[in-house]
Every structure is written in C-alpha cells, then in structure tokens.
C-alpha cells in the first residue's frame, strides 16, 4: 500500500477567473485528495492555500506541474510538509472604528494581540469615508490560556491609549443574526436627558442636574437619586412636558439605524430610567415596538412629585430585556443593548452584546463594545453591515 503525505500549498499573485478551477483539476490528474481549501481575493490579488493529502510518489510529479501552472500565470507557489494541522481555539470579532485608523494604532493593537499568542486570521474594511471601520477575525490556539475578558481588557486598552473605538465579540452565528435591540432613551436615543429639561420648567435644573450626574456616574442608589429628582418637579402641570419635547432632538443616525434594523427584521425598543410620556412619543414617532420607562403621577394636571409603579432602574431594564425578548422567542445571544450609564449595566450585560454610546468610564469598561462617534448607526458596523451594505439598505 502506498505511503500518504500531507501537503500545504499556497499559490499567491494577480487574481483572473479560472485559477481556482485549474488547480482543483491538476490535484485530481496527480492523485490529491482535497482536505481543506481557503481562498481570498482581495484588491486584485490572490491568496489560494489547499491542504492535500496525497501518495508520496505523487509529490513531486504534482509540484512540476503546479509550478508550471504558476509560471505561466505569473503566480508564486510556496509548499511544505503538513504533518501537524494547526488547530485553533475560540474565535473573536474585533471591530476598531475612528475616523482615522493611523499604523501607530494598528501597530499598537497588533503587537498587544500578538503578546497573548492571539493570531490575525482575516481582516477587512467595513467602512473607508468619513469613518473608517475595519474588522479582524482573530483566533486563540488550544493551548492559550486567555479568556473573552483577557481579550477584551487587552483591546480597550490600547483602543482607550489611541483613541479609536473598539468592540469584542465571540466569532459565532449568533454574532451575526442579531434579532432585537434595546436602547436607553436619554443621552443614547436622544440628545438630552428629560428631567433636566423637565427641571429648567420648573425651575429646578442646577439641583436635579447635580443629582443625575452623581447617578450617572454610579455614586448614588438610582432609586433614591429618582425619587429626590421627581420630588422637585412637584406642581409643575402636565402641559409643560409636551413643550418639553418640542427642545428633545434624536442623536444623529438614530432613524438611520431604526431603518436598517426594520428591514433587517430587527424587534426594537426603548428601556429607559426617564419617563413613559417620552419614551411613548419616541415609540411612536419611530414606529418602534415598544417602549418601557418610569410613570409620572398625575393629579388634578399637575404632577405630584412622585412616580407609580415598579421603577425602572439597573435591576429591572435587565428584567425588562430577558422578558421581552422570552415573549418574542429570541435568544439572550441575539440581542444588543445601547446604554451610557451605571443605570444601563446589567442591561448591557445581560444582551448578546452591550454597547457603551459616549459612556461614561465605568459602563465602558465593562461592555462588550463602545462607540465616542457622533451617530448610532455606527452599531451596524459592529453587526458586521459595510458602509455599501448599510447605503442599499437605507436607499433601495
């Protein structure tokens, strides 16, 4: 019985149509059997690599040809001996976004990943315009002892020290069939938070803005912070707040991500700490599904000073989340969460991927992604859209 070999092949050079067609029929004339195959093209040029397995006296009969092959196509061949296949562990999803990613950065990036014995399978532009976005595939081998954590402190930091935009993400199917978003209303959907502009009507905002940025920044029991706000906004009447929203304006790319996502099939809703009077309109005006948030009380047209019902604070967003989205019969992987504050952690924690919008040090350290850009619809580069991919969506 004839002794077997396996052999790495990698032809290299200027792509044209039929190489690959061409390889596959000159591994058949010389007895090859294919075990594994990675083909790229990219800006013209191509990279072919085939894993064969073939009868030792073949070898070299195949390589003549393959070499011949290659000389009359301008094409180079390397080979070598493939005993061992390499094996590779858990796979991740990096997207790093800026508007401009300089080689200092990727510099940085690479040799952080590289420390860790982490390997760049593939990586590619997403977005090359006014923002640039590219995404890596990058694979840990078996015998590395990093976890999703270790990775993603390792790109933060360096993503934080060069100042570009980073997301980690387990490279899986449920990566890239997300099915539901969830987002926070104030200072992520929109521009403002509410019960400060609330506030400025009654004349309260320097006290109730104090009291929300130490919530913010997880200083204060959101709770307590809630009740001490809506308390000072006792007597205002009701008619106030629709003015209130004539001052709201969306964060920029905000209808531009809802349009994508409706096409995409995408459930989508508001889970904010502010108030159903606003989050309602906003559920409306964008056509969401659904909106949950705090429920100011009303008596005699004026408020009271006092909230009904179960507050929606960092506890009960993540309860809303996994409830809504067991209704909906769709996987806790499938979701994405938007949030900027302590309030929004749990939430961001609990969705298939949590993104920290223009947050605050705290939730950005401990989400799976976070975006300092002006728009929302920067989310879709990290569901994988290229800006092409994103632009027939939005125009078609």
Excluded at 87 to 105: D, H, K
Excluded at 190 to 212: C, H, L, P
Excluded at 233 to 260: M, W, Y
């Amino acid at each position: 019985m004839a002794m077997h070999e396996k052999l790495l092949i990698q032809l290299n050079g200027r792509d044209c149509p039929g190489i690959f067609a061409s390889v596959t029929a000159l591994l058949k004339e010389h007895n090859a059997e294919l075990t594994d195959i990675q083909q790229i093209s990219s800006l013209g040029r191509l990279s072919l690599v085939v894993l064969v397995e073939l009868p030792v006296l073949d070898i070299l009969p195949l390589l003549r040809s393959l070499k011949q092959f290659c000389f009359s196509n301008g094409l180079h061949l390397d080979f070598e001996p493939a005993d061992q296949e390499r094996t590779a562990g858990s796979q991740y999803a990096l997207t790093i976004l800026s508007s401009r990613l300089r080689p200092e950065s990727l510099t940085a990036l690479g040799r952080a990943l590289a420390q860790q014995q982490i390997n760049i399978d593939r990586m590619y532009f997403l977005a090359r315009s006014n923002l640039e976005c590219l995404e890596m595939t990058v694979s840990m081998p078996l015998s590395g002892d990093g976890s999703f954590a270790d990775i993603r402190k390792t790109v933060f930091e360096v993503a934080t020290a060069y100042e570009f935009d980073a997301a980690v993400q387990q490279e899986n199917l449920f990566r890239r069939s997300k099915r539901m978003i969830v987002m926070d209303m104030d200072s992520t959907l929109i521009r403002q938070e509410v019960i400060d502009e609330i506030a400025d009507f009654a004349g309260v905002k320097n006290k109730v803005s104090e009291i929300t940025e130490r919530a913010m920044r997880g200083e204060l029991d959101f709770n307590q912070a809630l009740t001490e706000r809506v308390a000072l906004l006792k007597g205002l009447p009701v008619s106030e707040l629709d003015k209130v929203i004539e001052r709201i304006t969306l964060t920029p790319g905000a209808e531009e991500l809802i349009k994508v996502l409706k096409k995409m099939g995408f459930k989508i809703a508001i889970i904010s700490g502010g108030f159903t009077h606003f989050a309602e309109h906003f559920r409306k005006k964008l056509g969401l599904d659904g909106a949950y948030a705090n429920e100011l009380e009303i008596q005699d047209g004026k408020l009271t000073g006092r909230v009904t019902g179960e507050i929606v604070n960092r506890e009960r967003k993540a309860q809303i989340l996994k409830e809504w989205a067991a209704r909906e019969k769709i996987p806790l992987e499938q979701t994405v969460a938007v949030g900027d504050g302590a309030n929004d952690l749990d939430m961001l924690k609990t969705a298939g991927l949590g993104v920290a919008f223009n947050a605050k040090p705290l939730v950005r350290s401990q989400s799976q992604a976070f975006i300092n850009q002006a728009g929302l619809d920067v989310i879709l580069y990290l569901l994988g859209l290229s800006e092409q991919e994103q632009r027939q969506m939005l125009y078609d």
